[in-house]
């Protein structure tokens, strides 16, 4: 008999974004004519930028040719772009990142849910609240948490979030030995200093412990005194795993290529207490479970760090930042205290009520899509998440309607 993996049912039944598009096909249902504008999901709206396209152009054609066809590529990403990534992403900032400690993936999603596989069954996992789903669910899916009780999953330490710690959780009043953190915040906005990030950075290494930290949202970073890497605090590399995409950086949500930085002195520790290097741990994996990034993918990535690619995808974040100013603007214009939205997409409002019944009158009376706060955990209870991720124009009017309904 085939069983289940029992794990499962603990998982909770409505993903968050199933719930939202069941409510907003409800309501265009019963209202036809209304023009639904979109700032909930953390989806990209703009196309690729140019020097990518022409990439992926000359590399589908070097395809089409048997003397520049390409197979199966190096699983952990090709050097050309492992290079670039180290070079530009990390060299340019002072950090020493080897090529070879980039794996290039089809996704921080799967990397950051993959990488728990990882770790002893018994590890105590602290993610953050509100928190990003999938570093929770990857974890219940594997067996790691208990039954979900009062909004919560036993056997999981929350980090709390909240307006009192800036939306930057402190450390933990019990033990833990993986932790996730996410800076820019998906779903505060919220970013972390040097001396914050160093506090956790000090703390995994006096605990033996290991930070997962998502750094998906770094293109958004204006602030020159924010880290855009963990490795920027010194003796992370010892007890830090990076995940960085070129979903948000560049528009690939769709397009899809993110790359994870697993450096050779990242530590691990058998039942001895022995250390073993973390990269050697993830290159096994990588190279069983997954074939590679289509090679035309990673010629597009690459050219994210031409000349042109970098002016473009500047003036294409420049643009989403634009909203997001647009957004802080007539929040406060309406007296709602909020979060984010000056080095990130999101910007975290506190709306003072339950916050699906907020998402609820934004929609039914605005028609305007955001993403309640309650969804992403406890914490986020009383919240609402608006996304900058659409056109100015478009933005603008969402606004418009917003106060239309908040300013009665
Ligand atoms: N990490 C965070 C914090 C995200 O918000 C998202 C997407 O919304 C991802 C990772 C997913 O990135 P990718 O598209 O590379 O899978």
């Not at 265009?28 to 700032?39: M, S, Y």
């Not at 990003?132 to 919560?152: C, F, I, K, L, S």
């Not at 330490?157 to 800036?166: G, I, M, R």
């Not at 290494?205 to 005194?225: H, P, Q, T, V």
Request: hydrophobic fraction near 40%; charge should be negative.
């Amino acid at each position: 008999m085939i069983r289940v993996n029992p794990n499962y049912s603990k998982l909770q039944a409505s993903y968050l974004f199933s719930t939202i598009a069941r409510k907003v096909s409800e309501f265009q249902a019963g209202n036809p004519d209304k023009d639904i504008i979109k700032l909930g999901i953390g989806d990209v709206t703009h196309g690729l930028p140019p020097a990518c396209i022409d990439a992926m152009h000359k590399a589908v054609d070097e395809m089409a040719v048997d003397g520049t066809f390409r197979g199966y590529g190096p699983e952990q990403g090709y050097d050309f772009l492992r290079e670039a990534i180290a070079q530009r992403d990390f060299a340019s900032r002072g950090v020493d990142i080897a090529a070879e400690e980039v794996f290039v993936s089809d996704g921080a999603k799967c990397d950051s849910g993959n990488i728990q596989e990882l770790f002893a069954q018994d590890a105590r996992i602290a993610v953050p609240d509100p928190v990003y789903p999938v570093y929770v669910d990857t974890n219940v899916m594997a067996g790691r948490t208990g039954e979900w009780q009062d909004g919560r999953y036993s056997g999981l330490v929350y980090l709390e979030s909240t307006e009192d710690n800036h939306y930057v959780p402190g450390l933990p009043s019990e033990p833990v030995d993986l932790i996730y953190l996410c800076f820019p915040n998906n779903p505060t906005g919220a970013t972390v200093t040097h001396d914050e990030l160093k506090t956790w950075v000090d703390y995994a290494r006096a605990n033996k412990a290991l930070i997962l930290f998502d750094a998906a949202y770094e293109a958004f970073i204006r602030d020159d005194s924010l880290p855009h890497s963990i490795y920027e605090v010194e003796g992370a590399k010892e007890v830090a795993v990076e995940f960085r995409s070129f979903s948000k950086t560049a528009g690939f949500t769709g397009t899809r290529c993110a790359y994870t930085i697993v450096p050779h002195a990242c530590r691990v520790f058998d039942g001895s207490g022995n250390a073993q290097e973390l990269h050697a741990l993830w290159n096994r994996r990588h190279t069983t479970k997954f074939n590679g990034v289509s090679y035309p993918v990673q010629r597009a990535a690459e050219a994210v760090f031409s000349a042109d690619g970098q002016a473009q995808i500047t003036a294409l974040n420049d643009g989403y930042l634009r909203n997001a100013a647009h957004i802080r603007e007539q929040v406060s214009a309406l007296g709602y205290s909020f979060a984010g939205g000056e080095n990130s997409p999101y910007i975290w409002i506190k709306t003072g009520e339950d916050s699906w019944d907020f998402f609820d009158r934004l929609l039914n009376e605005a028609a305007v899509v955001t993403t309640p706060g309650a969804g992403f955990g406890a914490c986020g209870q009383g919240y609402i998440r608006i996304s900058a991720f659409n056109d100015f124009a478009k933005v603008e009017e969402a606004m418009q309607r917003i106060a239309g309904v908040l300013g009665k």
